[in-house]
């Protein structure tokens, strides 16, 4: 299941809201999907994440590797189990003389046909969850900058 969603505009820059999606250890507390995320290794800018998923009854334990591409792009992947294949993109695109806006692009087949039904079920609103949550954080530490 491949699912795109885009957040509205955000009075502040791309490295601001990119840092926001960057904090990975920091999901449990603004992102109600994230019961955990543990940087297990850094090397450049990827960290290897040890996560766990709640989606609904399903726990979804796995490790995965972020790439980092400040200020403009994240992308996770992983092919731990439960997973046959996970991406996930987060972009963080400039808005000239208003700031910015993120999207996420998410793709995801787990080993589990049954798991997959389940999931496919969550996976839209957990998306628009995802992106109001870093919204929602966002205007709660960040500062407008100059000229916004």
């Not at 205007?139 to 916004?148: D, E, F, H, M, N």
Request: proline share 5%; with cysteine; aromatic share 10%.
């Amino acid at each position: 299941m491949v699912i795109e969603k885009v957040g509205g505009t955000l009075p502040f820059s791309c490295e601001q809201v990119f840092d926001l999606a960057a904090d990975i250890e920091r999901y449990p507390e603004f992102l109600r999907w994230w019961i955990s995320a543990r940087i297990q290794k850094r090397e450049f800018n990827i960290c290897y994440v040890e996560q766990v998923l709640g989606l609904g009854p399903i726990r979804l334990q796995f490790v995965s590797k972020a790439t980092l591409h400040r200020p403009e792009r994240i992308d996770v992947t992983s092919t731990d189990s439960p997973f046959r294949h996970f991406n996930l993109s987060w972009l963080v695109a400039a808005i000239p003389s208003a700031g910015c806006r993120i999207s996420v692009a998410a793709e995801l087949e787990l080993q589990s046909g049954f798991l997959q039904h389940v999931v496919n079920q969550f996976l839209p609103a957990s998306i628009d969850d995802i992106i109001r949550a870093v919204e929602a954080r966002a205007r709660s530490i960040c500062a407008v900058p100059k000229g916004l």
